[in-house]
């Protein structure tokens, strides 16, 4: 997966990874969610498409989608 730096108050990265469905989120604070089976369609609308990144991601992913933190 390649991280793309974003413009955020919250979020610091995005990676997809488009055979899994991983979504994988690093946020400001240090901490790395992967989120399992996230439809391209949706990640496309949170780099592309949305006014606010952490806006949508509250709102489309983070309590949508089964996730993992990273790192434990």
């Known amino acids: 997966m390649t991280k793309l730096?974003?413009?955020?108050s919250t979020?610091?990265?995005?990676a997809y990874d488009y055979e899994s469905g991983k979504l994988e989120i690093e946020f400001i604070r240090g901490t790395t969610?992967?989120?399992?089976?996230?439809p391209v369609h949706i990640v496309c609308c949170?780099?592309?498409?949305?006014e606010?990144?952490?806006s949508y991601f509250n709102k489309n992913i983070?309590?949508?989608y089964k996730y993992?933190?990273?790192?434990e």
């Open 46 to 50: 949170l780099l592309f498409q949305a």
């Open 52 to 54: 606010s990144i952490g």
């Open 5 to 8: 730096q974003v413009k955020s």
């Open 68 to 71: 993992n933190k990273v790192g």
């Open 11 to 14: 979020i610091k990265t995005v």
């Open 33 to 38: 969610y992967q989120y399992e089976e996230v």
């Open 62 to 64: 983070a309590k949508k």
